[in-house]
């Protein structure tokens, strides 16, 4: 009964290489975000939609891109990945106001070689 | 102002024992603590939340302890048992800001 997916659970890409990674909620959650999380630290918010309004962190590099394309899917697009962008990727619903919970999916890896 | 200061990094305890984790907050317009809990390969889980209107809340081994004039937080887990053995975060958010600022995380190993 998973409730937010995310694929694939792991991503190995080359230096420079686009990549997208996919998350889905069966939740019917407005806000979805994006979450990167290195080794040993906690996660940093990258982005978030609520609904069809995306609402970009101030230190996002631009590398780094969203599109969800309807309330179900949401996907992060890294344009040309760079050593330091391996990490733990997290996507996470919220059905609305702040004091809603957040569900985490469980993560995509990604490994740049 | 946005950050929030979590200890320890990590802390080790004898099953049955309690687990004492410590967050410090700047940003006063924060109002919305919850405490996160995530197992290896996992996304984090909410596991336990408090609002600054009350100074303590429990939910069965677990409880939050809240100091609005310290601006501190803490997470107790009482009788501690290797299932517990997770990384814990802390949070902060406020009204008009739907995401969360966490603390660095703690890893938690309970020993059997």
């Known amino acids: 009964d998973a409730m937010v997916i995310q694929n694939p659970r792991y991503q190995v890409t080359q230096f420079g290489k686009p990549v997208t990674l996919s998350c889905s909620q069966t939740l019917n959650h407005n806000v979805m975000y994006w979450y990167q999380q290195k080794s040993s630290q906690a996660p940093k918010l990258l982005f978030h939609y609520y609904d069809k309004d995306f609402n970009n962190e101030a230190d996002t590099p631009d590398n780094f891109q969203s599109r969800r394309p309807n309330t179900s899917f949401c996907f992060l697009d890294i344009r040309s990945p760079g050593l330091g962008d391996a990490a733990m990727y997290l996507c996470?619903?919220?059905?609305?106001?702040?004091?809603?919970?957040?569900?985490f999916g469980p993560g995509t890896r990604l490994l740049v070689l | 102002q946005q950050q929030v200061k979590q200890s320890p990094q990590s802390l080790i305890v004898q099953k049955g024992g309690i687990s004492i984790i410590n967050c410090a907050y700047e940003?006063?317009?924060?109002?919305?603590f919850p405490w996160y809990q995530q197992f290896p390969g996992k996304g984090p889980a909410l596991l336990i939340a408090?609002?600054?209107?009350?100074s303590e809340k429990k939910e069965g081994r677990f409880t939050i302890s809240f100091n609005k004039s310290a601006k501190q937080f803490s997470l107790h887990i009482m009788d501690s048992q290797p299932g517990d053995s997770a990384t814990y975060f802390c949070?902060?958010?406020?009204?008009?800001?739907?995401?969360?600022?966490f603390g660095s995380g703690t890893r938690l190993q309970v020993q059997p």
């Open positions: 949070a902060a958010t406020r009204r008009g800001r739907r995401a969360l600022t």
């Open positions: 940003n006063t317009a924060f109002d919305y």
């Open positions: 408090i609002r600054p209107d009350v």
């Open positions: 996470a619903t919220s059905r609305d106001m702040y004091l809603e919970t957040q569900y």
